[in-house]
Nanobody, 116 residues
Framework: QVQLVESGGGVVQPGGSLRLSCAASGFTFSMYSMSWYRQAPGKERELVARISGTGGISNYADSVKGRFTISRDNAKNTVYLQMNSLKPEDTVVYYC?????????WGQGTQVTVSS
């Protein structure tokens, strides 16, 4: 049974930091690129960051470059999103995604709220 379980969301003040985690199970983690997406109410889901199966390649949305860092630990089947210098506009639900040529899996999402 495939599972992607996000954690680490919460409420933080502008300028603060959070680290999201996504624990994967039920598939060969290292064979999948892993991504974080986010979605605001009434808007399309947008890609925040993606990392290759080995962790050697990553890319980011322009809106988060220099502030967010994606990483993965294949020994722990976990992908992370370190979010620094958070802004109110980062307030959305963040989703973990696993993708390869055969399959596409999603987590349930975790809410991040940036507010003073």
């Amino acid at each position: 049974q495939v599972q992607l379980v996000e954690s680490g969301g919460g409420v933080v003040q502008p300028g603060g930091s959070l680290r999201l985690s996504c624990a994967a199970s039920g598939f060969t983690f290292s064979m999948y690129s892993m991504s974080w997406y986010r979605q605001a109410p009434g808007k399309e889901r947008e890609l925040v960051a993606r990392i290759s199966g080995t962790g050697g390649i990553s890319n980011y949305a322009d809106s988060v470059k220099g502030r967010f860092t994606i990483s993965r630990d294949n020994a722990k089947n976990t992908v992370y999103l370190q979010m620094n210098s958070l802004k109110p506009e980062d307030t959305v639900v963040y989703y973990c995604n696993a993708l390869n040529y055969r399959s596409d899996y999603w987590g349930q999402g975790t809410q991040v709220t940036v507010s003073s």
